[in-house]
């Protein structure tokens, strides 16, 4: 809450959470509380909705009955008359995405919501999607250690149908940083290290060499920044942030302490000041770097479009 509290302070506007962040939908209480501190109008609220947690992971069920329970619940606990982008969580091979997004669309005519979202949706989806309704943004995994959407036609499906992507993943769980270069036995985040493939104790040793590499640069051009603002910088530098004219991609950063806030921050105001060299030197050492791993186990990724 206190970290909430900062970002807005700072100026953040966009908060994101889902219907299924937390036991009993702990995430959207914690944004109503937040509503309540710091008012309605100073946020861009954006929900995801339509997964489930069960005993053998997420479900995703995304037809018009369920896009009409989650908004109902999720104005009722935020206590809100609209929100501002309404997020089916997953594309499922269940529901067209052309049902989801019509559904979708009678709540923006009936102002419950203002925008429409897509998270993990394939190229095709997003195309079928935007011939329905506009849709404002995508929530994909996008940055130094995952850069499929630029291959596999989804970043283009974005940039022809104007949707701004909203990359997550970004700091890959807090691998990119300080933390990241401890062993793997003490890297703090044991969730982590057990769920996602990437951390898994040999892709982990593999993929530290990239730290190692990002550590040097900023060490070699003596820069006042951190591995993880130096990944957000690239971020926003990559998504058009820098010269304002084409801005596709945001980074959508998950953190819990001021401190990682104050960091991100820096991480803005850095982005303008890289040198055109810099930008260079540091997109050729990652594209240099094999990542080993894949972002998510395989059962996960079987939800995922690509
Ligand atoms: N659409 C989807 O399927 C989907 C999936 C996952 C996430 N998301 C969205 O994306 C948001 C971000 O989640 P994420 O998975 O991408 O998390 P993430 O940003 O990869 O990782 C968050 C972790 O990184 C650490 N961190 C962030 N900035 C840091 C910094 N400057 N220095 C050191 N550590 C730093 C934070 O540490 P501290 O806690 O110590 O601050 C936090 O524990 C979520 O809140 C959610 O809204 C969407």
Redesign the pocket.
């Given at each position: 809450m206190a970290?909430i509290l900062a970002a807005v302070e700072r100026g953040v506007r966009l908060l994101?959470?889902?219907t299924y962040?937390g036991h009993d939908h702990h995430g959207l209480k914690l944004l109503a509380k937040v509503i309540k501190r710091v008012g309605r109008e100073k946020l861009v609220l954006?929900v995801?909705f339509g997964g489930t947690i069960t005993g053998k992971g997420m479900e995703h069920h995304v037809g018009r009955k369920d896009v009409r329970r989650e908004i109902e619940t999720t104005l009722a606990v935020l206590g809100v008359e609209y929100v501002d982008i309404f997020?089916p969580?997953?594309v499922t091979p269940e529901t067209p995405i052309e049902e989801t997004v019509d559904e979708l669309k009678a709540l923006v005519q009936e102002g419950k919501i203002r925008a429409i979202g897509l998270?993990?949706a394939s190229a095709a989806s997003i195309v079928r999607a935007s011939a329905v309704h506009p849709i404002a943004c995508l929530?994909?995994?996008f940055?130094p250690m995952e850069t499929s959407i630029e291959q596999n036609g989804i970043l283009e499906a974005c940039r022809k149908n104007n949707v701004l992507v909203?990359a997550?993943?970004?700091?890959?769980?807090?691998?990119?940083?300080?933390?990241g270069l401890s062993p793997w036995d003490e890297f703090r985040?044991a969730a982590s290290r057990a769920f996602y493939p990437r951390f898994h104790k040999e892709n982990y040793e593999h993929n530290q060499g990239l730290l190692k590499q990002l550590q040097r640069f900023i060490e070699q051009r003596q820069l006042d920044i951190?591995?993880?603002?130096l990944a957000?910088a690239w971020v926003m530098r990559r998504g058009g942030y820098a010269t304002e004219t084409d801005p596709r991609i945001m980074p959508?950063?998950?953190?819990?302490?001021t401190?990682?806030?104050e960091?991100?921050i820096k991480?803005a105001n850095f982005v303008s000041l890289m040198s055109q060299l810099d930008a260079d030197a540091l997109e050729q050492t990652l594209r240099a770097f094999e990542i080993r791993g894949q972002r998510y186990p395989p059962h996960v990724m079987r939800g995922?479009e690509q």
């Open positions: 970290t994101d959470s889902a962040y954006s995801k997020v969580a997953r998270s993990e929530q994909t995994e940055g909203l997550y993943g970004v700091v890959q769980h807090g691998f990119l940083s300080h933390k985040d951190s591995i993880s603002a957000v959508l950063l998950g953190m819990r302490t401190r990682s806030l960091d991100n991480a995922v």
